[in-house]
C-alpha cells in the first residue's frame, strides 16, 4: 500500500460509487453520542434514519447514573444535602431546596423568613444562571454561536455572587434543613441589584442579537410543537409546559417559600412566531422568566426582614418509621419533587426525586418521528435537558 | 378539593374498590388493592370533578420485613388544581400490576425507572426495558436486600482502599476516650509504694 498523498487515484471515488451512493435509500441506525456535544451531558440517541428525515430517535439514557437515591438510603439526612448538587449542577440551588422543604415537612420545621428571603435571592440568581446557559446553548446548538459567551459572560457575574454567598460556584450546598448556612454578606443586596440593573439591559441587548433575530425565529418556528395536551399528558414541567399555554406556576399556584411577597408574571407561550408549544416559544418563555427573576430579586432585597437564617433544628432528625413527605419546587427545569419516606434511624428508608429532564426526555421519541435530523438538536436543546438530572 | 373530597367523590363512583384513605401521614393517601388500580385510575382522570390529567411521580417503597413492595402514585390536576396519592401494596416475591401508561404517557418511562430498579412488573407497558441500568444487569439496585456484585463485563466494581486501615472518625473519638478512662483509672489507682 502506497503511503497517503502519494496517489492521488487511491483515495478518489468513482463516479460510478457516488451514484450508488446517491440511488441509495435504505434506513439505517446511527447512535448519535454519548459524546455529542448537543445532548448536553451524556446521552445516547439511536436514530433510525433515512437520510436527513428520521424515522424516529430512541433515547439511551443511564451514563451519568449514579445511584443519588441509593445515596440517600445511606446518608443522614442533613448529610444528603451536597448530593443534591449533583442532582442537578446547573441549577444545583432548587435541588437544595427541594430536598429542605421535603425534610422539614417530615420534621415539621418552621423556617424563619429572613432565610426564606435569603432562599428566594439565591435561587432566583440560579434561575437567571440556568437559563442564561439553556438559551446560550440553544442558539448555538442551532448554530448561532455568538450568543453563547455573551450568555456565559453575564453567568460569570451570577456565579461570583453566588460564590461570595456560599463560597461555591456550581454545587452550591448553600441551603440547610431549617434555613441558609450563611447570612448575606455585607453589601451583599448593593452588588446584586447593580448586577440586576446591567442585566435588564443586557436582556434588551440578548432580545436584539437573538430572540427576535430572523434567521433564528426562521429556523424554530413551527419546531417540536408540543400541543397543551401532550404535555398535560407526557408531564412536562416549567418553561416548557408555560410555552406549550398552560398558564400554571408553582410559586404562584401552589406558594412556597416567600414567594407570596413577590409580584411577578408568568410568561405563558402564544405562538407569536408559529404554532403554541414549538421550540421558539420555550426559547422565549425561558428569556421572560429572567427578566422575572430579576423582578422577584429586586422585591426581595427591598423586603429583606431582619432575623435568624436558622431555624432550631434538633440535632438528632428522626421521624416514626414509614412517614412520608412529599415537595414541589418550581426549579428551573420546571416543578422538581422529592419524596422521602422516614426509616427507623437518622436515615430515610427511600428517596425519590422526580426531575423536569426526565419527564422531557420521555417525550423526545415520539416527537421525533419524520423530523429532520439536525431538527433533533433543536429540539433536545429546546427541552432544556440536563444529562445528570435525568439519570441521578 | 381536599383529599378527603376526593377520596369520597372516587368512593361514590367506585365503591369499596376506592380503598381506604390514610389519616395518620402528612400526605393523605388512599390505599387501594393492585387489582383495582387501572380502573381507580380511569375513575381519577375521566371524571369532571375530579379530572386528574397527570401523573407526577411513581415510585416504588421496598418493605422487605412486610415482604411487600409499595407503590406511591402521586396525581395532580391541572384542570381543577388538586392533588391526591394513591398506593398499593404489591407481592414482595413476585411484583406484578396493571401498567397505567393507557392513562397517563409520562407512566412510560416512570415505570421503566422503577422495573428497572426494583423488578415491578408493569404488564401492558409498551416498552418494559432496562432504563438507567445497562441492559444485561443482575439485580435490582434499590431493593434493600440488593447486593453489588464484584464484577460486571470484567470490570471490578470494588477498588483497594489507599486508606486501609482507616478508622472513623466517631470510632476514633470512641477509642481515645476510652483509653483516657484508662490512663485516668490508672492514675487514680493507689500506687503500691504508696508515693504521690
Not at chain 2, 183 to 196: E, S, Y
Request: glycine letters at 8%; a negative charge; hydrophobic letters at 40%.
Amino acid at each position: 500500500m502506497s503511503a497517503p498523498g502519494t496517489d492521488p487515484s487511491a483515495t478518489m471515488t468513482s463516479g460510478k460509487e457516488v451514484l450508488k451512493r446517491i440511488e441509495y435509500s435504505g434506513e439505517m441506525l446511527v447512535n448519535m453520542g454519548p459524546q455529542h456535544p448537543s445532548t448536553h451531558g451524556v446521552i445516547n440517541f439511536l436514530v433510525q434514519t433515512d437520510g436527513e428525515e428520521m424515522t424516529r430517535a430512541i433515547p439511551e439514557v443511564g451514563y451519568l447514573h449514579r445511584s443519588i437515591e441509593k445515596i440517600g438510603e445511606r446518608c443522614e439526612y442533613a448529610g444528603f444535602m451536597p448530593y443534591t448538587d449533583r442532582v442537578d449542577y446547573i441549577a444545583a440551588m432548587f435541588a437544595n431546596q427541594g430536598w429542605a422543604m421535603a425534610c422539614e415537612r417530615l420534621f415539621a420545621i418552621e423556617v424563619p423568613k429572613r432565610a426564606e428571603y435569603c432562599r428566594v435571592i439565591a435561587c432566583e440568581l440560579n434561575r437567571i444562571a440556568s437559563h442564561l446557559i439553556s438559551v446560550g446553548t440553544m442558539a448555538m446548538d442551532v448554530g448561532a454561536v455568538t450568543p453563547f459567551p455573551y450568555a456565559l459572560r453575564e453567568r460569570e457575574f451570577i456565579n461570583d455572587l453566588l460564590e461570595e454567598l456560599c463560597g461555591a460556584r456550581l454545587t452550591y450546598n448553600y441551603l440547610r434543613i431549617g434555613g441558609v448556612a450563611f447570612d448575606l454578606p455585607d453589601g451583599y443586596s448593593e452588588r446584586v441589584l447593580r448586577f440586576v440593573d446591567h442585566f435588564e439591559k443586557v436582556l434588551v441587548e440578548f432580545d436584539r442579537l437573538i430572540t427576535q433575530n430572523r434567521i433564528f425565529v426562521e429556523r424554530l418556528r413551527g419546531l417540536g410543537v408540543i400541543s397543551r395536551a401532550l404535555a398535560i399528558d407526557h408531564c412536562l414541567v416549567g418553561p416548557n409546559l408555560r410555552a406549550s399555554g398552560v398558564d400554571w406556576d408553582l410559586r404562584r399556584d401552589l406558594p412556597y417559600s416567600a414567594y407570596p411577597d413577590f409580584e411577578f408574571a408568568v410568561p405563558v407561550g402564544t405562538g407569536a412566531v408559529g404554532k403554541t408549544g414549538d421550540a421558539w416559544d420555550r426559547f422565549w418563555v425561558r428569556t421572560r422568566e429572567m427578566q422575572e427573576s430579576c423582578r422577584i430579586v429586586r422585591q426581595a432585597l427591598q423586603k429583606l426582614p431582619e432575623g435568624p437564617v436558622m431555624a432550631k433544628v434538633p440535632r438528632r432528625l428522626k421521624a416514626p418509621e414509614g412517614t412520608d413527605a412529599f415537595s414541589r419546587i418550581e426549579s428551573a427545569r420546571g416543578d422538581m419533587q422529592y419524596y422521602v419516606v422516614a426509616g427507623p434511624g437518622e436515615m430515610a428508608h427511600r428517596l425519590k426525586i422526580r426531575t423536569g429532564s426526565f419527564n422531557a426526555m420521555g417525550i423526545i421519541e415520539k416527537l421525533s418521528r419524520g423530523i429532520m435530523l439536525a431538527d433533533l438538536v433543536a429540539l433536545i436543546a429546546s427541552l432544556d435537558v440536563v444529562a445528570p438530572e435525568i439519570d441521578r | 378539593m381536599n383529599a378527603a373530597e376526593i377520596h369520597a367523590r372516587l368512593s361514590e363512583l367506585l365503591g369499596a374498590r376506592a380503598g381506604t384513605l390514610s389519616a395518620a401521614n402528612k400526605d393523605e393517601a388512599a390505599l387501594i388493592a393492585p387489582r383495582d388500580l387501572l380502573e381507580v385510575c380511569r375513575a381519577l382522570k375521566t371524571d369532571d370533578a375530579l379530572a386528574f390529567d397527570a401523573l407526577m411521580n411513581l415510585g416504588c417503597v421496598d418493605w422487605p420485613g412486610k415482604s411487600e413492595i409499595e407503590l406511591v402514585l402521586h396525581l395532580f390536576s391541572y384542570a381543577r388544581r388538586h392533588g391526591f396519592v394513591l398506593k398499593c401494596r404489591l407481592d414482595r416475591a413476585q411484583p406484578r400490576v396493571a401498567s397505567v401508561v393507557p392513562i397517563w404517557s409520562s407512566a412510560e418511562w416512570l415505570e421503566r425507572e422503577q422495573f428497572d430498579l426494583f423488578g415491578v412488573v408493569f404488564e401492558g407497558n409498551p416498552d418494559l426495558r432496562r432504563l438507567l441500568m445497562p441492559d444485561d444487569w443482575i439485580g435490582f439496585p434499590l431493593r434493600k436486600d440488593y447486593e453489588e456484585p464484584e464484577s460486571w463485563h470484567g470490570i471490578s466494581t470494588v477498588r483497594e482502599s489507599p486508606l486501609d486501615g482507616f478508622v472513623r472518625l466517631d470510632e476514633l473519638k470512641k477509642k481515645l476516650a476510652a483509653s483516657r478512662a484508662e490512663t485516668v483509672k490508672a492514675a487514680d489507682a493507689p500506687k503500691p509504694d504508696g508515693a504521690p
